[in-house]
Nanobody
Framework: VQLQASGGGLVQAGGSLRLSCAASGRTFSSYAKAWFRQAPGKEREFVAV????????YYADSVKSRFTISRDNAKNTVSLQMNSLNSEDTAVYYC?????????????????WGKGTLVTVSS
């Protein structure tokens, strides 16, 4: 089972990037999917989550109205559209999948984690 994030890179402040995460080895249509990030010297933090159906999304306050999470269950993918990027968005971004997202659960309830993709925002 593997989750592979892609789409990271260097972008100027105010710009946009779209991250994608492809899953292989199993189908994740019955799992919530989420994005997390870890900035240099900081702990991993939650970014966004989307429910199994894709009907409900939830965002960290720091990215609300700038980022959009979406999923395509037919393609077994989850994406993160990031707009109006600023230097505080610089981090390694990770995708994850789990039965239920919970900020009270170990690993936020995520059972599978992908390798990250680096996003660098230059000011």
């Amino acid at each position: 089972v593997q989750l592979q994030a892609s789409g990271g890179g260097l972008v100027q402040a105010g710009g946009s990037l779209r991250l994608s995460c492809a899953a292989s080895g199993r189908t994740f249509s019955s799992y919530a999917k989420a994005w997390f990030r870890q900035a240099p010297g900081k702990e991993r933090e939650f970014v966004a989550v989307i429910t199994q159906s894709g009907l409900i999304t939830y965002y960290a306050d720091s990215v609300k109205s700038r980022f959009t999470i979406s999923r395509d269950n037919a393609k077994n993918t989850v994406s993160l559209q990031m707009n109006s990027l600023n230097s505080e968005d610089t981090a390694v971004y990770y995708c994850a999948a789990g039965p239920v997202y919970s900020d009270q659960a170990r690993n936020y309830g995520m059972a599978y984690w992908g390798k990250g993709t680096l996003v660098t925002v230059s000011s």
